[in-house]
């Protein structure tokens, strides 16, 4: 990829997410919700106008490190500890639906090799923890027990 196609794809990335976020915002949905449907739009899935590359992909992954980063340090271990069982139950359920959901489903549904399965069930279950707590934060949860 040349350098004025990744500043470009860059720019269709971030005005892309950028106009669906202030629009789901609008509209009272989170605007991650926005940010999601930007790249499914735009990505090979519908539009085809960007396609994954490895600056892309780098800048991902800083992206969803950053994203966890910043849970962590939102996250008040002393409040989740006085909080009670709501917040376990909570916490355990967003860690093991989407585990078991993508394991299961990768393993079963479409025959990947059980490391492939688990590897898969572990992504989705780590981008899942960031994105519902940054759906929390756009709903004003963000400090809520359950959050």
Same mark, same amino acid.
């Given at each position: 990829?040349?350098?004025?196609e990744f500043?470009?794809a860059?720019?269709?990335?971030?005005?892309?997410?950028?106009?669906?976020?202030?629009?789901?915002?609008r509209?009272?949905?989170?605007?991650?919700?926005?940010?999601?449907?930007?790249?499914?739009?735009?990505?090979?899935?519908?539009?085809?106008?960007?396609s994954?590359?490895?600056p892309l992909?780098?800048?991902?992954?800083?992206?969803? %490190?950053?994203?966890?980063?910043?849970v962590?340090?939102n996250?008040?271990?002393?409040?989740?500890?006085?909080?009670?069982?709501?917040?376990?139950?909570?916490?355990?359920?967003?860690f093991?639906?989407?585990?078991?959901?993508?394991?299961?489903?990768?393993?079963?549904?479409?025959?990947?090799?059980?490391?492939?399965?688990?590897?898969?069930?572990?992504?989705?279950?780590a981008?899942?923890?960031? %994105?519902?707590?940054?759906?929390?934060?756009?709903?004003r949860?963000?400090?809520?027990?359950e959050?």
């Open positions: 990829m040349e350098l004025h500043f470009l860059l720019a269709m990335v971030l005005l892309g997410a950028r106009l669906l976020a202030e629009t789901a915002s509209l009272g949905i989170p605007a991650v919700i926005g940010e999601l449907t930007a790249g499914l739009i735009l990505g090979p899935s519908l539009l085809g106008w960007v994954p590359s490895t992909e780098i800048l991902a992954e800083i992206g969803i %490190i950053l994203l966890l980063f910043e962590g340090m996250t008040d271990v002393y409040r989740l500890a006085r909080a009670g069982a709501k917040p376990v139950l909570v916490s355990l359920t967003g093991a639906l989407p585990f078991a959901l993508g394991a299961g489903v990768s393993r079963y549904g479409f025959e990947l090799p059980l490391m492939a399965s688990l590897f898969i069930g572990d992504t989705l279950t981008t899942s923890i960031g %994105i519902t707590v940054r759906v929390l934060t756009d709903l949860r963000g400090s809520s027990d959050a």
